[in-house]
């Protein structure tokens, strides 16, 4: 068996990592979290306030509804934001530390406010290259830092090619092997579209594999349908319900459009979107494929295998503990990923012993080396 790998961790960026890392000729579009006038911190950009910024721990997430609910009512938050922030949020040497008290040998790092941004820069595409690459510099230095066991994620888009090739280049240079990127339009063009192909083959040839994560991104529903968000709200209700929905459609179009079976070497992961709609996505899938097929006289691409095939062969999902993994790998087969998304409230400091619960049909290491150790691998092309 290998080391148990976390799918799913996040690192704070510190409060000027933008500024630090971001091209110098463009530091004036750089993020930043600043503190209003009581003293709560929020991430900006050129001003904006684009979201509250907050220390949260596992299993708290009552209380970061009350911050919050704090700043709205006009009151000083109750402790400081740099006093309350664990040195093993944002430093990659304690992060290293703590994985032995959670029990993990290794993790996969995404960022922490880079999940709340990414949208709100849409409009200015240089902008947003640039505080992408910034994260990305930090990324190479964590991995540097990570002595083998942290996993950095980088941060990107497919919206410029040419900046897409050269991030990817020096990522797969410095051993960052996983890069998050939208399960969305790109600019009204799909996943598939002719126009991307360069990007698939990039992914591959550099030596990085494309992961779909929890973010601010661009959505699949219209707009109107998000009727509570807003820059104090972490997400909308219509989004949390339908969180799996986006990567479904974007790993649809990728398989029924040929871009897994022109690219079998292509890896994609899917962490923090849910795992149970798997095995009711994989039958729909081929029933829905076989179907048009038959209704039309032929498919739009020819497939040599089933479309479940593809996505058995080529993308991995994370799973939490309660979403039942031993149900779902009878369901579905070895799919499955384990993940804690520490330090976010909604996730947990005991994985291990969460995942071996006898009332979740317990799993411990020796019993899955694919859920808690091959899938991830298998992503980090090890």
């Known amino acids: 068996m290998g080391a148990v790998i976390d799918s799913d961790q996040h690192l704070f960026e510190p409060r000027d990592l933008w500024r630090r890392y971001i091209d110098p000729a463009a530091r004036p579009d750089a993020l930043a979290i600043v503190d209003d006038e009581l003293g709560h911190p929020w991430l900006t950009w050129r001003g904006r306030r684009l979201g509250f910024a907050d220390v949260q721990w596992p299993g708290e997430t009552d209380a970061i509804g009350e911050r919050r609910e704090r700043a709205r009512r006009g009151l000083p938050p109750l402790e400081r934001y740099d006093e309350a922030l664990p ?97 969305a339009l790109v600019d009204g063009r799909p996943l598939s579209d002719a126009s991307l192909e360069r990007a698939w083959s990039a992914f591959v040839a550099h030596g990085v594999t494309p992961v779909f994560h929890v973010a601010d991104q661009r959505r699949p529903f219209e707009e109107a349908w998000y009727t509570d968000a807003g820059e104090d709200r972490v997400a909308p209700v219509v989004e949390t319900v339908f969180l799996w929905t986006a990567p479904a459609l974007a790993i649809t179009d990728l398989i029924v459009n040929g871009v897994l079976a022109r690219h079998p ?118």
Request: with cysteine; proline share 7%.
């Open 87 to 183: 040195r093993d949020y944002w430093d990659p040497d304690a992060r290293v530390a703590k994985l032995d008290a959670l029990g993990v040998d290794e993790a996969v790092l995404f960022p922490n406010y880079g999940l709340a941004w990414e949208r709100r820069l849409d409009a200015a595409p240089p902008a947003l290259l640039a505080n992408l690459g910034a994260w990305n510099r930090w990324a190479l230095e964590v991995a540097r830092q990570g002595r083998g066991r942290l996993h950095p994620v980088a941060h990107l888009t497919l919206r410029d090619l040419d900046w897409l090739d050269a991030q990817l280049a020096r990522l797969g240079r410095g051993g960052v092997r996983l890069a998050m990127i939208a399960p």
């Open 265 to 382: 070497e292509l890896r994609i992961g899917v962490v923090e979107l849910s795992a149970v709609w798997v095995p009711m996505y994989l039958m729909m899938l081929d029933g829905g494929h076989r179907f048009v097929t038959r209704l039309n006289g032929r498919a739009q691409v020819e497939l040599e295998m089933q479309p479940s095939a593809y996505f058995r062969r080529q993308v991995r999902v994370s799973c939490f503990a309660y979403e039942l993994p031993r149900r779902l790998i009878r369901d579905s087969g070895e799919l499955f990923m384990c993940c804690s998304d520490y330090p976010h409230s909604e996730g947990t400091r005991t994985p291990l012993a969460d995942y071996a619960a006898p009332g979740r049909h317990g799993l411990v290491p020796a019993d899955s080396p694919a859920l808690f150790s091959r899938n991830a691998e298998f992503l980090l092309r090890r």
